[in-house]
């Protein structure tokens, strides 16, 4: 199929750009590299910079290509952020993705599989999460993701654009080769923080040591990059196959709190992080873990890679030359 990856410059975007080329399909990627890195840009794919902010050249694309699908990872992803600018978070995340389905509308490009987060649940009731439990983001981040969910179920009804919304619970790791992994330029994700500060010998933050939780700081449910990968090639085909637009969960039903992450990181690096102790970071949630039962049911999506030796080891091996 003749594919057009948003924000394919980016940690999730590059590795599934990979995987979809190996797969067979074509790919175009389309990154404003603020947040990318064109050097993770796999060659076999088409690159054109842009923003998703610019309509014109963003319908341009579509006229040049007959695009049959989009995977869309182009956003701003930083709870922390979000409190402190939601406008940027509504707008970046929700305002541009309405201009993408609109593009895909006018030229009827048929799929979309979204990137959505487990943000939109707030924090939950229950646990392992469902796909039906009440949304309440306690963040602009997550909303913003919720409102793109509603805006792509009344695409899907009204104009027939199928979509897969998959929730994901911390992607993390690198891939198995070591070639690509997290490079945020303004990085909130707990395992490549730690990493890098035990390589310059820094102190490294937990931020938050009085949650609800076993031992007092957040638990959350890792998803190795390469099995997220996976979760979006079956949802695609899902959708091709004529099934209806949905939303899943891909995360393991397994949570780790960050002091855990933190002694793993210790434990396969053999070296020691000097900690210590911060306030919580405005709008995390105590835990969230995933009941991932139906994207595993009904797509049969398994992880294989999402124990946290793996992700560790693998995320290590990559920072090391990074």
């Not at 080329?21 to 074509?26: E, K, P, Q, R």
């Not at 409190?83 to 799929?111: C, S, V, W």
């Not at 990085?187 to 890098?196: G, K, N, R, Y």
């Not at 434990?267 to 873990?289: C, F, H, M, N, Y």
């Amino acid at each position: 199929m003749k594919l057009l990856v948003t924000g394919g410059a980016g940690y999730i975007g590059s590795t599934i750009t990979r995987q979809l080329l190996d797969s067979g399909h074509t790919v175009t990627v389309f990154d404003s590299l603020e947040n990318g890195h064109k050097e993770a840009v796999d060659s076999r794919a088409e690159f054109v910079q842009g923003n998703m902010g610019e309509a014109e050249k963003l319908r341009s694309l579509f006229n040049s290509h007959q695009f049959e699908g989009v995977f869309h990872f182009a956003g701003v992803i930083s709870m922390a952020e979000s409190m402190r600018d939601p406008g940027k978070y509504f707008r970046i995340n929700t305002h541009y993705t309405l201009e993408l389905l609109e593009a895909m509308r006018q030229k009827e490009t048929k799929y979309i599989i979204f990137s959505s987060t487990a943000g939109v649940y707030g924090n939950p009731t229950v646990v392992p999460i469902p796909e039906d439990h009440p949304k309440n983001p306690t963040n602009p981040y997550g909303e913003s993701k919720l409102m793109v969910e509603k805006i792509l179920s009344w695409y899907s009804k009204i104009y027939g654009v199928k979509s897969i919304a998959l929730r994901y619970f911390n992607a993390a790791g690198a891939s198995l080769d070591g070639k690509l992994g997290e490079m945020h330029k303004d990085e909130s994700h707990i395992i490549p923080l730690a990493i890098h500060a035990l390589k310059s010998g820094q102190p490294f933050t937990i931020y938050g040591a009085d949650y609800d939780t076993s031992d007092g700081t957040c638990v959350r449910d890792y998803v190795h990059i390469e099995d997220l990968g996976s979760a979006h090639i079956k949802a695609l085909e899902s959708l091709v196959k004529g099934n209806e637009s949905t939303i899943y969960n891909v995360g393991t039903a397994k949570g780790y709190s960050n002091r855990e992450v933190v002694n793993k990181i210790q434990e396969i690096s053999g070296q020691k992080i000097q900690l210590t102790e911060g306030p919580r970071r405005s709008g995390d949630a105590d835990t969230l873990v995933a009941d991932s039962s139906r994207i595993q049911k009904e797509l049969g999506w398994v992880p294989q890679y999402s124990d946290l030796t793996t992700i560790v080891k693998t995320a290590w091996e990559f920072h090391k030359n990074h």
